[in-house]
């Protein structure tokens, strides 16, 4: 059965009722007279004095009716979450393991303007429903404070012909020039088996490939199989750590490419390939073992970062970038 309501119920006050309401409170009036002079409840100038007066306390019908119409506009605008194709796509890309700045970054890339905030996808993110959906599992980091990362032990014996770092060219080290990457070896449970992965810099393209053991024989096994499969101008050198398995690294002079080994125990001079390594890891955690993955869920993993928008390259995807940076035509 309908409700129905008193007449005036929720009426809002209007301009000529805020100007008496000003008069009458200059003159010292209490709030029920005020009220009974305009029929209205006291608890509706109660509040009406409580919201929209002055700082000072003083009421000023000007200034409270343009208090009241800011809050009706703000009151009309819909949440973007509640457009059901935004929230389809929000929570698609987050189930796909994009981070919300990389969801509302692409939404402005292929709209071209702003159709929500990253801010607004993490206030809904924990927000109560979101909770309720337990969105937060697929944020990108799931620890809840902060913790000191440590490296791999640097191996004590010296790396024939090492080059440093510190003599990379300068078009390398400012991403200047396509065709540089940086690569390491994920270990996998009890440090036996790995995976060797290579980030090119300028288009955050990622290669992996499974070795059998983290030993100097795999990892470069690995590398000429990912490096021999691109095109020249695409493998021009690789920066890499001090670990064991790069003791070999100068066969791949056989493909044209130039070796550079960061400092000891700074991994952040290869920043890139040890972001994509966490990313990595989010579907392969620490202490996983490596047996049961085979190839394709390998390339499924890779190809899903690889396609994942950043915001270091325009919210375009890494994929997109390596291709135009080959020639390859595609729209970005």
Not at 89 to 106: D, F, H, M, T
Request: glycine share 8%; hydrophobic share 30%.
């Amino acid at each position: 059965m309908m409700r129905v309501m008193s007449r005036g119920h929720h009426k809002k006050l209007s301009p000529d009722e805020r100007d008496k309401i000003a008069v009458m409170r200059s003159r010292g009036e209490s709030i029920r007279r005020i009220a009974a002079v305009l029929g209205r409840s006291p608890s509706t100038i109660s509040e009406e004095l409580g919201r929209n007066s002055l700082t000072n306390g003083e009421y000023v019908a000007i200034h409270a009716q343009a208090r009241a119409n800011e809050r009706k506009l703000k009151g009309r605008k819909r949440h973007p979450l509640k457009n059901a194709a935004v929230y389809a796509y929000v929570i698609e890309k987050l189930r796909e393991g994009w981070s919300p700045e990389q969801i509302a970054g692409r939404l402005r890339k292929e709209h071209g303007r702003t159709v929500i905030c990253h801010e607004t996808i993490y206030r809904f993110i924990y927000s109560e429903q979101g909770m309720r959906l337990g969105l937060s599992e697929y944020l990108p980091w799931k620890r809840t404070k902060r913790r000191r990362k440590r490296g791999r032990r640097v191996h004590r014996s010296a790396i024939p012909n090492r080059v440093s770092i510190h003599q990379r060219p300068i078009e390398a080290n400012t991403r200047a020039e396509f065709g540089h990457w940086e690569g390491d070896t994920v270990e996998g449970r009890g440090h036996k088996d790995g995976i060797h992965t290579e980030v090119e810099r300028v288009s955050r393209f990622m290669l992996a490939a499974k070795v059998k053991q983290v030993s100097s024989e795999q990892a470069i096994e690995a590398q000429k199989a990912m490096f021999a499969a691109l095109p020249a101008e695409a493998r021009k050198s690789t920066t890499l750590d001090n670990g064991r398995e790069n003791h070999r690294h100068t066969e791949l002079a056989e493909l044209g490419m130039a070796t550079y080994f960061a400092d000891p125990y700074s991994s952040w001079q290869r920043g890139t390939n040890e972001y994509h390594n966490g990313l990595l890891r989010r579907c392969l955690p620490k202490g996983s073992s490596f047996e049961d993955v085979d190839d394709d869920e390998l390339a499924d993993i890779v190809s899903e970062i690889n396609n994942r928008p950043r915001k270091v390259l325009g919210f375009n995807t890494p994929l997109e970038v390596y291709n135009c940076c080959l020639g390859v035509r595609i729209r970005l």
